[in-house]
Structures are given as C-alpha cells and as structure tokens.
C-alpha cells in the first residue's frame, strides 16, 4: 500500500487516511526543506479581476533560513535577498528557478493549489513548460 505522510518542520501531524497505523515522520527542519511561498496579486474587483492580473511581489520562506522576496517594487532589507522583476512572466520564472534550486520536500502556503500555482503556471512563457 503507498503510504503518503505529512509533518512539518518539528512536529508530526500524521498520514493520509488510507495508512492510519503507519508511524507520523519527525521532520529535520535543518535537512529536510519545508517551503512557504505566497503571492500578492493586484486585484481590481471581482469584475475586472482575472489570472492575467500583474504578480506584485511573492516570498519564498523555508524552514532552514532560506528567505527571498521577489518584487516589482525595489525591496531593500538586511538579511533577505530581495530580487527586483519587471513583469509577470520574470516573476513566474523566478519563482520556479528558485523553488527548484532550492529542492524542498514539501511546499506549502495559503491557497497555493487552488491559485498561486495556477496563477504561475498561467503566467510563465509557453516556451518554459516541460513535461
């Protein structure tokens, strides 16, 4: 049977219902990378508003450190590097350079399936998905 188990950094929260007596996996916050990522995107109204919309800036935090803001805006902050794009197919690429580069076992964040993740894939250039 393929178990699937869940956990974030320190604590153990258990695995999919199909497996209830498989043992819950204590992640290494150090080893094991667990990273949040969120985008803010401008809205213009539930009319107006759609994919297309500009990405304004997204943040990428992991729990070994690892902090990145990515915006349109030029951010400046100690200790965080701070990249500065200048449209939505940038931001997408950007994103996934760094999420690959960075290889965590999990990705977590607010809404993320049911928005950023489409909102990236909607944003990248044709010519940059893979299969």
Same mark, same amino acid.
């Given at each position: 049977? =393929?178990?699937? *188990?869940?956990?974030?950094?320190?604590?153990?929260?258990? =695995?999919? $219902?199909?497996?209830?007596?498989?043992?819950?996996?204590?992640?290494? *916050?150090?080893?094991?990378?667990?990273?949040? &990522?969120?985008?803010?995107?401008?809205?213009?109204?539930?009319?107006?508003?759609?994919?297309?919309?500009?990405?304004?800036?997204?943040? $990428?935090?992991?729990?070994?450190?690892?902090?990145?803001?990515?915006?349109?805006?030029?951010? *400046?902050?100690?200790?965080?590097?701070?990249? *500065?794009? &200048?449209?939505?197919?940038?931001?997408?690429?950007?994103?996934?350079?760094?999420?690959?580069?960075?290889?965590?076992?999990?990705?977590?964040?607010?809404?993320? &399936?049911?928005?950023? =993740?489409?909102?990236?894939?909607?944003?990248?250039?044709?010519?940059?998905?893979?299969?």
């Amino acid at each position: 049977m =393929n178990t699937r *188990r869940y956990a974030m950094c320190g604590y153990c929260v258990g =695995n999919t $219902l199909s497996v209830p007596d498989a043992s819950p996996v204590l992640i290494d *916050r150090k080893r094991d990378h667990v990273l949040a &990522y969120d985008l803010e995107v401008e809205y213009y109204g539930p009319k107006i508003s759609s994919l297309r919309n500009p990405i304004l800036c997204s943040s $990428l935090v992991c729990t070994c450190g690892y902090i990145v803001i990515i915006s349109r805006s030029d951010v *400046r902050l100690p200790s965080v590097t701070c990249i *500065r794009v &200048y449209d939505n197919e940038e931001m997408s690429e950007t994103i996934m350079r760094l999420i690959s580069s960075h290889n965590p076992i999990f990705i977590v964040g607010h809404n993320v &399936y049911d928005f950023d =993740n489409v909102k990236i894939a909607v944003s990248l250039p044709s010519d940059s998905l893979e299969c």
